[in-house]
C-alpha cells in the first residue's frame, strides 16, 4: 500500500489530467512489438484502428518485417520516422524495460503497457515493474499499466487495447465514459452497455496502476467534453490526491460518477487497538469519501447502467419529487413501494386537480399515483387530460407513465404517442420516464420523443432517485474552510488519559473537570475541590479500555468512597495488568443528564486521517450508528454528519427532553478533525468515548480519551 497520497500527490488540478491527451488523444502512436497477425496482441490494436479510421499516424516496431497489416514497419523505436506521442508497448518483460527507455530517449510522452509479468505476480515482477517505472521517470512519460489490457476513445477512432469485445460490435455514440482497475470488467461494462443501446464514448483500464490510477482516468474524463457520464469500476483505491481531486472536478462539473467498488480495505494493525478502527469496518471510509463528493455507488452492473443511462440525460433535479400516471392500480403501489424505500418523494396531487381528474373518471385514483384506469386507454382523449394533469398540475420534476404492453401495443400505442410527446415539448426541463414492454426499435421511438425506457418499474424509481441525489450533490455548496490548524507536539509514547485530554482541550475539545492523583490524600483533595460525585478512573499509559478491566468507578459520593475506590483501582490494576505502568487515579467530575456520544479518528493507509462521530458509550459498538469525515472539515460539515445519525432524535429533544448543545458538539468535532491533521503521520487513532453532550448552551465535555502514538514513526 503507497503512502498517504501515492506516487501522484501532485496531481491536483485540470490542467493535471487535461496532460493525459497525449496518452488518449495522441497525433501518432507506435507499436512496440507490432504483428501482422490481427487477432495477436500486438496485432488487434493495429487491426482495430485500421478500421475505425484513426486519423492520426500507426508507427509499428517490428525488425522482423518491412511492413505490418499494409504499414511500413520500422526495426527500432530509434528508427522513427517521427516521435510519437504515444507508445504501446506489447513486449515481454526486459524487452518492454528497455522499450521503454529508448522511447523516452526519442521524447515519446506516454506509454500504454500491455505486458504482465509484473508486481502482480511475485516480489521479482515488483522489482522490475520498479525499473519499468524508473525508466519512464527518468524522461518524463505517463504511463497506462503495466499489465493492462488498454483503453478506447471511440471520438476519434483511437483503439490501443486487445480486448476481444469489439467482434461483436463496435461503440455507439454516447457521452459515457467507463474507468475500471480490472481490464477484463472495464470491457465487460461496455459490451453490455453496448447490447443495451448506451453509448460509450471512452474506456480506460490502469492495470497495475505503477504511475496513472484510476483516479487520474476519472480526472481526465471529468475534464474531456466528450465524456459527460463516468461509471467507475475499483478493486481498492491505491492513492487519494488524485482520486479525490477527480472526483471534486467531476461534480464541479456537473459530471455524476457512478462507481462499483468491491473488495475490501484493510486498515492493519490498528482495528486490534482502535475502536474507531473496528467500527469503522472494511470500506467505510473509501464510502465516506464517496459520499462527500456525489458518487453513487452501484451493487450490480445493471444497477450502474441504470443510473448512468438516465444521467445521459443530464437532467438533475435539485428538489426531486416524483408524479406516477398509471394504467394499473398494482403497479402504483408497487411504485409507491419503491420510491419510499430509496427516499424519494410522492406528493399527492393538488385537490383540485383530482377533483377535475374524478370528474373524467369517475372511479380513477387521482391522488398519487394516479391510476387513469383502463378507461383512458379506451378513450385516448382522457389519457391525454391525465397526463397533462399530472405533469402540469402536480409540478413533479421527474414523471413516470406505466403503460405495461399498452406502450408496444401496435393499435393503441400511436394513439397514445401524440400526447406523449406534446407534454414533453412543454416541459424539456423534466425527467420523463416510461415502464413499458415494447420491442428494442420502439424504445428508441419514445427515446426519440424525449423519454427514458425501463420495463421493471422499479429500475425506474431507483434511476429516477439517483438523478435526484446528483441533483442535490451538484446544488450543494462547496464546504467552508477548515480553519487554522492548532500546534501540536505529540508525546514520545502513547500518552495517559489525562495527557491525551489535556492534548485535546488545547486543540479545543474540552475535557470534564478532573485532575491526575498520585495519591489517596491526593484524590480525596481533588474530589472535595471538585465536589460529588466524582468519577475514578486508573491512570496509566499501558491500560487503554479500562472498563473492560472495571478500571473505571462512577457515582462517588464522599471522602470515604474515594479511598474505597482508589485502593479497589490500584488492586484491579494489579490483577489484570500487572505489567501496566501506573501513574495513580484520575478523579474527574461525574456530569449526569447528558447525551453520551463518541468521538474519533482512524488514519487511513489511503486518504489519512478520517474523523467518525456516533453514539457513545457501549452503542457504538453494538449498534455502529456511526458517521465519517476526512479531516478536516469545518463545523457546518461537522454538524451534517451528527444529524445523519439515526439517533440524532436523541440529541434534538426526544421524548420531550432539553434539546442538547449540537452547536458545541459540532464544534469540538471540527476541532479534532484539525487536532488529526496537525499531529501527522505518528497520530494512529484518537477515541474519545464518552463525549457528555450537555442541553443546548452548556457545552460538551470529553470524559474519557484514548491518543494512539504510532511508536518509532
Known sequence: ????????????????????????????????????DGTRIGGRPIAYMQSQGFQGRLLPVNPNRPTVQGLPAFASVAALPEVPDAAIIAVPGEAAIQAMDDLGARGCKSAIVFTAGFAEVDEAGAAMQERLVAAARRHGMRMLGPNCLGLFNAAIGFYPIFSLSFEQGWPIRGNIGIASQSGAYGTHVFAVARQRGLGTTACITTGNEADVSLGEAIGWMAQAPEVEVICAYAEGIRESAGFVAALDLARRNRKPVIMMKVGSSALGGAAAKSHTASIAGDDAVTQAVLDEFGVLRARTTEEMLDIAYAASRRIYPVSNSLGVLTVSGGAGVLISDASEAVGLPMPEMPQASQDKLRGLISFCAPRNPVDCTAQAVNQTELFGDFLEATAGDGGYPSVLVFLTQTGGSTSLAPKLRPFMRDAIAKRRDRLWVLSAICSRE?????????????????????????MGRFGAYFARQEAGAAGALPSVSLPAHTPTEAEAKRLLAAAGVPAVPEQACASVDEAVRAAEAMGYPVVAKILSPDILHKSEIGGVILNIADAVAVREAYATLLARAA??????????????????????????????????????????????EILKDVAFHRCPFDPAQAEAMIRSLKGFPLLDGARGKPKADVKALAESLAALSRFAVAAGPRLASVDVNPMLVLPAGQGAFAADAVIEIEEGH
Open 575 to 620: 490483577q489484570h495488568a500487572p505489567k501496566a505502568r501506573l501513574e495513580g487515579v484520575l478523579i474527574a467530575k461525574q456530569i449526569n443528564g447528558g447525551v453520551e456520544m463518541a468521538f474519533g479518528v482512524l488514519r487511513d493507509p489511503v486518504f489519512g486521517p478520517v474523523a467518525m462521530v456516533g453514539l457513545g458509550g457501549v452503542f457504538i
Open 1 to 36: 500500500m503507497p503512502a498517504e497520497g501515492g506516487p501522484l500527490s501532485a496531481v491536483k488540478t485540470m490542467a493535471d489530467f487535461a496532460a493525459l491527451d497525449a496518452m488518449i488523444r495522441p497525433r501518432s502512436v507506435a507499436v512496440i512489438g507490432a504483428s501482422d
Open 442 to 466: 420502439k424504445v428508441r421511438e419514445y427515446e426519440e420523443d424525449g423519454f427514458l425506457g425501463f420495463e421493471d418499474p422499479t429500475r425506474a424509481v431507483n434511476a429516477i432517485a439517483a
